[in-house]
Structures are given as structure tokens and as C-alpha cells.
């Protein structure tokens, strides 16, 4: 379980910087530029990432369950996962009308993936891990909303519904590829029972 502790306080350490710590953030970019400090970030959130992973199976090979969803709870999911497919899609994407609308595509996606993942996984593991990212994500929206009010940032603006139309088709397309395939090659379960 440590090692899935670990994994969690580096991956999501790296990613409140802004939240806890924008001085220092800055101060790293002024000192050696906006292409060096992407490029720690990158190293350290791929190595929180690894740890992450790997602590989480190394925990799920002894579980301590809370509780056991029942098995048609896991098309409640997948129909739950449509969605956030569409909004990380949405957020890689130039603004579109879906962006503009829900304001941060990404923090949406995250905390409907999170709460989905919850419904069907009560192991201490999976509270751990998808109750760290969507607290991460309840607290970095309401970080983006302060830094907004102090003029910090501003909302996406809609704009052309081409990148609405690239978001549905792409989240579609990967949501397709992580039901049949990916989600048992990469995670080694069925997304949905009985499959």
C-alpha cells in the first residue's frame, strides 16, 4: 500500500503545484524556462505515474474490501465512462462549444471517472485512487475558479463546433478501443462484467 501512497503524493504533488505553491511554480520557469520546468514536470509526473501503477497492483494482490458492487453496476460505469471519454478529448482540443460550456473538460472527466470507478471498486486501493484524484479534482476546480475571480486565467470561449464534433467522434473512437480492448489489456479486467 505504500508504494501506491507514494505513487499518489508524487503524481498529484506534481500536479497541485499551481494550487499550493504558484510562487514557486513561476520562480522555476523564470529561472529556467517554461520548456525546462515542462520537462520536470513530465519526469516526475511519468515516475509518480509508474509508482502509482505498480503500487496499486502490488495492493490489489490483498485486497481489504469495504463493499462489493453488484455486477450490473458495471454498465452504469461504462455508460459513465462515455462521457468523460468525450471531455479528455475535449480538453486536447482548441475550444469548441463542450469546452466553453463545462470550462475545464479535464477536472470533469476526472471526477466523473473517479466517482464511476469508485461505485464498482470498495478495496482500500481503489479508495485511495480514484478518492485521491477526485478530491485532487474538486480542489484544483476550485483553485481554477479563485484564479479566475483574481483575473489569473480566463474561461474558454466557444468556438468553432468542428472541435465538438473531433471531441464526440474522438471520445467515441477511444471509448470503443478502452471497452473492447484496452481497459483488459492495460488494467487486466473487463470493463464490464461478463465480457
Same mark, same amino acid.
Given at each position: 500500500? %505504500?508504494? =501506491?501512497?507514494? +505513487?499518489?503524493?508524487?503524481?498529484?504533488?506534481?500536479?497541485? &503545484?499551481?494550487? $499550493? /505553491? *504558484?510562487?514557486?511554480?513561476?520562480?522555476?520557469?523564470?529561472?529556467?524556462?517554461?520548456?525546462?520546468?515542462?520537462?520536470?514536470?513530465?519526469?516526475?509526473?511519468?515516475?509518480?505515474? %509508474?509508482? =502509482?501503477?505498480? +503500487?496499486?497492483?502490488?495492493?490489489?494482490?490483498?485486497?481489504? &474490501?469495504?463493499? $462489493? /458492487? *453488484?455486477?450490473?453496476?458495471?454498465?452504469?460505469?461504462?455508460?459513465?465512462?462515455?462521457?468523460?471519454?468525450?471531455?479528455?478529448?475535449?480538453?486536447?482540443?482548441?475550444?469548441?462549444? %463542450?469546452?466553453?460550456?463545462?470550462?475545464?473538460?479535464?477536472?470533469?472527466?476526472?471526477?466523473?471517472?473517479?466517482?464511476?470507478?469508485?461505485?464498482?471498486?470498495?478495496?482500500?486501493?481503489?479508495?485511495?485512487?480514484?478518492?485521491?484524484?477526485?478530491?485532487?479534482?474538486?480542489?484544483?476546480?476550485?483553485?481554477?475558479?479563485?484564479?479566475?475571480?483574481?483575473?489569473?486565467?480566463?474561461?474558454?470561449?466557444?468556438?468553432?463546433?468542428?472541435?465538438?464534433?473531433?471531441?464526440?467522434?474522438?471520445?467515441?473512437?477511444?471509448?470503443?478501443?478502452?471497452?473492447?480492448?484496452?481497459?483488459?489489456?492495460?488494467?487486466?479486467?473487463?470493463?464490464?462484467?461478463?465480457?
Amino acid at each position: 500500500m %505504500i508504494w =501506491l501512497i507514494v +505513487g499518489l503524493v508524487v503524481f498529484l504533488g506534481v500536479h497541485s &503545484v499551481r494550487i $499550493v /505553491a *504558484p510562487e514557486f511554480r513561476q520562480s522555476q520557469i523564470d529561472r529556467r524556462g517554461l520548456n525546462a520546468w515542462k520537462a520536470i514536470y513530465a519526469v516526475v509526473s511519468i515516475l509518480g505515474f %509508474i509508482i =502509482l501503477v505498480w +503500487g496499486y497492483g502490488i495492493a490489489r494482490q490483498d485486497p481489504v &474490501v469495504f463493499w $462489493v /458492487a *453488484p455486477a450490473w453496476m458495471s454498465h452504469v460505469v461504462a455508460l459513465l465512462m462515455l462521457p468523460v471519454m468525450i471531455f479528455l478529448v475535449a480538453s486536447q482540443v482548441p475550444d469548441g462549444r %463542450i469546452k466553453a460550456a463545462v470550462k475545464h473538460p479535464m477536472l470533469l472527466a476526472v471526477k466523473i471517472w473517479a466517482v464511476a470507478h469508485l461505485l464498482v471498486n470498495g478495496d482500500l486501493a481503489s479508495v485511495l485512487l480514484f478518492g485521491g484524484f477526485l478530491a485532487w479534482a474538486v480542489v484544483d476546480r476550485i483553485s481554477e475558479k479563485k484564479r479566475l475571480r483574481a483575473g489569473l486565467t480566463s474561461n474558454p470561449v466557444a468556438g468553432p463546433v468542428k472541435w465538438d464534433i473531433i471531441s464526440v467522434v474522438g471520445g467515441l473512437v477511444a471509448y470503443v478501443l478502452f471497452v473492447a480492448v484496452l481497459h483488459k489489456l492495460l488494467i487486466g479486467v473487463p470493463p464490464i462484467i461478463g465480457m
